[in-house]
């Protein structure tokens, strides 16, 4: 098996168990650390770094 299919079949087996919780929206991954690419009035700023 590659990593890619052993990874599909982890995140499989996790959903097959239930109990799974995603968050996911705007403003969660800036407060990970991930950068903005959103200029001050929201609109796109260009090429995301």
Aim: avoid cysteine; proline fraction near 8%; hydrophobic fraction near 35%.
């Amino acid at each position: 098996m590659d990593g890619v299919t052993e990874s599909f079949d982890a995140v499989a087996g996790l959903l097959a168990g239930g109990g799974v919780v995603v968050l996911s929206g705007a403003g969660l991954s800036t407060d990970s650390g991930i950068p903005d690419y959103r200029g001050p009035a929201g609109r796109p700023a260009g090429t995301p770094r």
